[in-house]
């Protein structure tokens, strides 16, 4: 790959031509790859490194939703034929009460990792009694957050037993805001760091947002009548919702098709899907200090023979900052959503979740998966052919 050499020194234009040159692409492949959509080329190659182009998903629009009492429309980016469809039918199906919701305020731990302590019991006391000092210190390191009502709230040690010996990471509790927060926060913590050292008499070496971000849950909810889906139906949904919590291979799958609806409007919105992804099957793997894996959400009849449907997991998502101020459609989304802050819009992917993560198990519990979803592969070949 010699002729690559300084790849990401060249204009894209001289980046096409080398493609063009070394791999034989034609005029026709070089014109798909300068098709960059409403992401001019120019603000892509600002975004990563090495840019030759931009990809394409379709985005689609989840319809009926009512969260907490009002009507929404939800942005979602996807290629799977089915999701927005299952979306749209779940959400359709527990009107006219829809789903309620509630989120947490934007709180995302950073973590510093200290090594090397000479004495870990006298550093942690230390700290503690340095506390009013330290957090002085942190509010003023998070300036640019206080005017929006974040900055940092608190921090606590904890001491681990490793292969490498002892060690103590100090956890930074921080309201970011309607930020995502990992690049503030990181900025902190390397800010920070040499001031935890020097009172812990230790050597400090990851400083780094967590992604498993328990302090930013997000919950939702919705009932399913026996009055419009059945009552065998319940029962039956019931029984594929036990195979998920007691067979970690169909769980899975089950989680899969949560993050089906989340991901979509995650990627819809410019957020960081990877980030998300992460946090809920770290969750899912550490909820309620069960032992393994288990759903992220919670089905069971109530008082009236209904289905009853919840989700909780972390959500570190933003309405500003990041990708979100340089994507077009991103904006856009957040618009048609009508997402005032991070947690409206964390309400709402929650509910896509909780939404599709039905529709699935309706699905199997009913008809099958692949009625609905072969319908649709169908009508793509149609439109193909």
Known sequence: MSNFSGFYKLSLEQRLAILKKELSLSDDELILLKNSGSLSLESANTMIENTIGAIHLPLGL???????????????????????????????????????????????IGQIQLVNVKNPK????????????????????????TKYGGGVQNFKMKLIETNRGEMIIVYFYVNVADAMGANTINTFLEKISPTIAEYTQSEVRLRILSNLATKRMVRAKAVWKKEIIGEETIEKFLDAYEFALNDVYRCATHNKGIMNGIDAVVLAT?????AVEAGAHAYAATKEQRKGYTSLTHYEKDEYGDLVGSIELPLAIATVGGAINTLPTAKLALKILGAKSSQDL?????????????????????????EGHMKLHARKNEIKG
């Open 62 to 108: 989840a319809m009926n939703f009512k969260i907490n009492g009002t009507e929404k429309i939800i942005p979602m980016a996807i290629e799977e034929p089915s999701v927005i469809a299952g979306a749209s039918k779940a959400a359709k199906l527990c009107l006219p009460d829809g789903f309620t919701a509630s989120a947490d305020p934007s709180i995302m």
């Open 122 to 145: 006298k550093a942690i006391e230390t700290l503690n009694a340095k506390r009013d000092e330290i957090l002085v210190l942190a509010k003023k390191l998070t300036e640019s957050l």
């Open 270 to 274: 410019g957020n960081d899907w990877r």
């Open 346 to 370: 964390a309400m709402a992917i929650a509910c896509a979740g909780l939404a599709n993560n039905f529709a699935a198990m309706y699905a199997l519990s009913t008809t099958g998966i692949q």
